[in-house]
């Protein structure tokens, strides 16, 4: 039976903001906070409990080096070299915020592996940790055994930048621990056979957010869709199962999600899972109140450049908003601050969506092909095209090279609730 819906709220009302999480650091790699005897490292299952558990702190440290980046000096200095153009690629011979993105998703590929053996490689991510140093040395980077090892890694396509190399070896050596959720319990006794999955990573998303600057956040009157900036910057881990490609667990950070002077922030970090007929997220479910106030229209999001095509369309019966960073938009819809995400160009790829699919499949909705829900069938077959149209993970698309093999080439509609995904297709093929 799908779970009771979360039922959203008028534009202007959105949730309350979750409390920035809770973490604790250990000195020591292991976790208090892990419930149950551990399995054998090596062993083919690995309990989905833990999996989840692991994912939370795997975004959790990966914010964590997001913020850092841009809070120690040496570092946020060649981020924002880039801003001015000049320097561009001469220092390095690439772009310092694609070593970051690299570095967080090896991160994110060392501490699976080094948790669960065998699921370091099942990791696939939005970046290539091939690089060619300004003395044309090519270098891989990888998260070594230990810090000294990777520091020199670093140093070698950092042109000996020690300081630099010596600040990023140390962050992603940290251990960082999330408080395992209560609701985990519901996954205890479900094994996951792990060369039946897959993960799929954005290291961050909204890169260009994440480069812009200490800009204060900006949201417009009466909304809490943030316009540009940090908010807008998201990590998205996501877990599909081989067989089918659907989408089974996501773990969003928001690291930028609250501060107080612009420059200390803290984020937060939003959950779901969704295997077999076992789901459970960390939003709190069951909202009662209805949807929209009478007369009211429901919100959409898409992307600025999506807007003008897609708006002719909706706007007769859709309020139409847009909002910089995919993951972004994908968070919006999941927090009910809009009722879905519409966008009908190829501009999203399976590690910008696999994260929030998981998380909106466990809310009772999903992620499907727009171009699809254009068809005739679409609303005669309705159970039938629901089910079929979704995103799936697992296959490249054909006759597709490089990053395009992973592209939405067509298109997306992400929703909670299916009633707004049929209105959202019959407005989208009128004429
Ligand atoms: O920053 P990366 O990981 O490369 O992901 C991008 C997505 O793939 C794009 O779809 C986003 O474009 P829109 O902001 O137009 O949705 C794009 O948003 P942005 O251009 O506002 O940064 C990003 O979310
Ligand atoms: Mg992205
Ligand atoms: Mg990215």
């Known amino acids: 039976d799908p779970l009771p819906l979360v039922v ?3 534009q202007g009302q959105g949730p309350p903001p979750l409390p920035p999480t809770q973490l604790v650091r250990n000195k020591k790699a292991h976790s208090r906070h892990c419930s149950g005897p551990s399995q054998p490292q090596g062993s083919r299952n690995l309990r ?44 390095f011979g690439f772009d310092f915020k694609t070593l970051a993105d690299v570095l967080i998703q090896e991160m994110i ?34 998260i070594k055994d230990n810090k000294k090892k990777t520091m020199s890694t670093l140093m070698k396509i950092l042109s000996g930048n020690d300081r630099a ?24 006794s479900i094994q996951l056979d792990k060369k039946t999955i897959g993960v799929w990573v954005d290291p961050i998303d909204g890169t260009a957010e994440y480069i812009t600057g200490n800009r204060d956040p900006e949201f417009r009157p009466g909304e809490n869709i943030s316009q540009n900036g940090l908010p807008n910057v998201t990590v998205l881990i996501g877990v599909y199962e081989k067989a089918t490609g659907l989408p089974i667990i996501g773990v969003i950070n928001q690291p930028f999600f609250q501060t107080t002077d612009g420059k200390a922030w803290t984020g937060r970090m939003v959950w779901g899972a969704c295997i077999g007929d076992v789901r459970a997220t960390c939003l709190p479910m069951a909202r009662s109140e209805p949807l929209l106030a009478e007369g009211d229209k429901h919100a959409v999001l898409t992307s600025m450049s999506d807007c003008k095509k897609l708006g002719t369309y909706l706007c007769e019966n859709f309020e139409v908003l847009t909002a910089p960073g995919a993951g972004y938009k994908l968070l919006c819809v999941i927090d009910r601050l809009c009722s879905a995400y519409v966008l009908s160009k190829d501009n999203t790829y399976r590690w910008d969506t696999c994260a929030p699919h998981a998380i909106l499949r466990a809310m009772g909705g999903g992620v499907v092909k727009h171009k699809q829900t254009l068809s005739a069938d679409f609303k005669a077959k309705r159970d039938q095209s629901v089910r079929e149209l979704q995103i799936t993970y697992h296959k490249a698309e054909p006759k597709a090279a490089g990053s395009n093999a992973w592209c939405n080439m067509q298109g997306v509609i992400a929703y909670c609730d299916e009633e707004v995904l049929m209105k959202l297709a019959e407005s989208l093929t009128r004429k």
């Open 8 to 10: 959203g709220q008028q």
């Open 48 to 91: 989905a409990s833990d999996l989840i558990a692991e994912l939370l702190n795997a975004a959790e440290k990966s914010a964590e080096v997001a913020r850092a980046i841009r809070r120690e000096e040496t570092l946020f200095q060649l981020l924002i070299e880039e801003k001015t153009g000049d320097d561009k690629g001469k220092r």
């Open 109 to 142: 590929r060392h501490d699976l592996e080094k948790k669960f053996s065998g699921m370091g490689k099942r990791v696939t991510g939005e970046e290539n940790n091939k690089f060619t140093n300004i003395v044309g040395e090519s270098v891989t980077v990888e």
């Open 165 to 188: 190399a010596g600040v990023l070896s140390e962050l992603v050596h940290q251990d960082v621990t999330v408080p395992r959720p209560a609701e985990l319990q519901k996954f205890e």
